[in-house]
C-alpha cells in the first residue's frame, strides 16, 4: 500500500523559513514529485515540481525564495521555503507519481501540511 507522509510544517512570522518532507513508502520508485498548496478560499495550485532527471519547475511567486529537491533512496522530496510571506499561507500537499510492482506510474498524494505565515 502506497503512502506519503508528509512533515514540516508549522507556524513563522515573515521572513522566516521551513522545511518540508514528503516520504513514499510501498513504492518501487518516484517518477516527478511535487507541492501544492490551497490557501482558505482558493484553488489548489503547483508550488514546485521535480523530475526524476532533476528537472525543477516553479511558479512565478515562489521562485528565488524556495528550493525543491529529491532523494530517490529515500523515495523523499523536500521544499525549503526562505524568505516566507503571509501570502505563502496554506495547507501544503505533496504529490508524488509512482511505480508500483506491476503497474504504470500512478500519482498519489499526501493529506497536507498547514504552514502559516504571521506578518
Known amino acids: 500500500q502506497v503512502q506519503l507522509v508528509e512533515s514540516g510544517g508549522g507556524f513563522v512570522q515573515a521572513g522566516g523559513s521551513l522545511k518540508l518532507s514528503c516520504s513514499a513508502s510501498?513504492?518501487?520508485?518516484?517518477?516527478?514529485m511535487g507541492w501544492y498548496r490551497q490557501a482558505p478560499g482558493k484553488q489548489r495550485e503547483l508550488v514546485a515540481d521535480?523530475?526524476?532527471?532533476?528537472?525543477?519547475n516553479y511558479t512565478d511567486s515562489v521562485k528565488d525564495r524556495f528550493t525543491i529537491s529529491r532523494s530517490d533512496a529515500k523515495n523523499t522530496v523536500y521544499l525549503q521555503m526562505n524568505s516566507l510571506k503571509p501570502e505563502d499561507t496554506a495547507v501544503y500537499y505533496c504529490?508524488?507519481?509512482?511505480?508500483?510492482?506491476?503497474?504504470?506510474?500512478?500519482?498519489?498524494w499526501g493529506k497536507g501540511t498547514l504552514v502559516t505565515v504571521s506578518s
Open positions: 504529490k508524488q507519481t509512482v511505480v508500483v510492482s506491476g503497474a504504470y506510474p500512478t500519482p498519489y
Open positions: 510501498g513504492v518501487i520508485y518516484s517518477t516527478t
Open positions: 521535480i523530475t526524476r532527471g532533476g528537472i525543477t
